[in-house]
C-alpha cells in the first residue's frame, strides 16, 4: 500500500523550543519533498532531497534543516521556532524530480505561540 | 524562472454545473503539467498529468488538454457533485528539472 506518513499530526510549541517533523514513505522513493502550506499562497517548497543525505533548498529554506540518513525516513528541523512559521507542513515523495507525481502526506499542523 | 498561475481563488457552483478552472504557465522548456486535489484535512493527492502538446489528462470525470499554444491547462468536469469540493492545485515539471511548481490553488465549493 503506497504511503506516506508524517507525525505528529498536530504541535504546539512555544517560540525559541525545537521542532522536529518526522516523514515516512514506503514506496522506496529516492526523491522526497518538505512544503509548507498558508492561505493564498498554496504550496511552497521548503527542501527536496535527492536521496540519502543529499539534500538542496527550495524556495524557502530560510529557518528550516533536514535529516535523511534512510531512504524512507525524511526529517525537518526548525531550531528555535518562530510564530511566522505556523503553518500546515507536507512531506511527499516521488520516484523522480520534475515531471513525476508526488504523493503527499496528510500534512502536520504546527502552531508556535 | 518557471510558473504556474491560476486565476480563481474560488470558484462555487450547483450541483450538475459544468466546471472550468483556468491554467495558465510560463516554462522555458517543455514540462509535465499536472492537476493535483486536496480535500478538507487531507493532503494533495495526484489527479492525473500530461505530458506533450494536445494530450489530454483525465481522472474521475476531470479532464485537461495540454495546449502549448495557449500555454493553458486547464481543468474541466462535466457536472460537478457536492463531493468534488475541495481545493485543485495546477502544477508543472520540467522532464530534466528539479522540482514542480504549483499554483496558488482554486478552492471549490459546490452546494447541493
Known amino acids: 500500500d503506497m504511503k506516506v506518513t508524517q507525525m505528529p499530526r498536530y504541535l504546539i510549541k512555544r517560540m525559541g523550543e525545537n521542532v522536529l517533523l518526522e516523514c515516512g514513505q514506503d514506496?522506496?522513493?529516492?526523491?522526497m519533498y518538505w512544503y509548507r502550506q498558508d492561505p493564498g499562497l498554496g504550496l511552497q517548497l521548503i527542501y527536496i532531497?535527492?536521496?540519502?543525505?543529499?539534500?538542496s533548498e527550495g524556495d524557502i529554506p530560510k529557518g528550516y534543516r533536514v535529516s535523511r540518513k534512510k531512504r524512507e525516513h525524511f526529517s525537518l528541523i526548525l531550531d528555535s521556532a518562530k510564530t511566522n512559521q505556523t503553518s500546515v507542513y507536507f512531506c511527499?515523495?516521488?520516484?523522480?524530480?520534475?515531471?513525476?507525481?508526488?504523493?503527499f502526506g496528510p500534512g502536520t499542523r504546527l502552531t508556535v505561540l | 524562472g518557471d510558473s504556474v498561475t491560476q486565476t480563481e481563488g474560488q470558484v462555487a457552483l450547483s450541483e450538475e454545473d459544468f466546471l472550468t478552472i483556468h491554467c495558465n504557465y510560463s516554462?522555458?522548456?517543455?514540462?509535465?503539467l499536472f492537476w493535483y486535489v486536496q480535500y478538507p484535512g487531507e493532503g494533495p493527492q495526484f489527479l492525473f498529468r500530461?505530458?506533450?502538446?494536445?494530450e489530454k489528462g483525465s481522472s474521475r470525470g476531470f479532464e485537461a488538454t495540454y495546449d502549448k499554444g495557449t500555454t493553458s491547462f486547464h481543468l474541466r468536469k462535466a457536472s460537478v457533485q457536492e463531493s468534488d469540493s475541495a481545493v485543485y492545485y495546477c502544477?508543472?515539471?520540467?522532464?530534466?528539472?528539479?522540482?514542480?511548481?504549483f499554483g496558488t490553488g482554486t478552492k471549490l465549493q459546490v452546494v447541493p
Open positions: 511527499a515523495s516521488s520516484t523522480g524530480t520534475g515531471a513525476y507525481e508526488q504523493y
Open positions: 514506496m522506496s522513493h529516492e526523491t
Open positions: 532531497s535527492y536521496d540519502v543525505d543529499s539534500n
Open positions: 516554462a522555458s522548456g517543455y514540462p509535465a
Open positions: 500530461a505530458s506533450r502538446d494536445k
Open positions: 502544477a508543472l515539471g520540467e522532464f530534466a528539472g528539479t522540482y514542480q511548481r
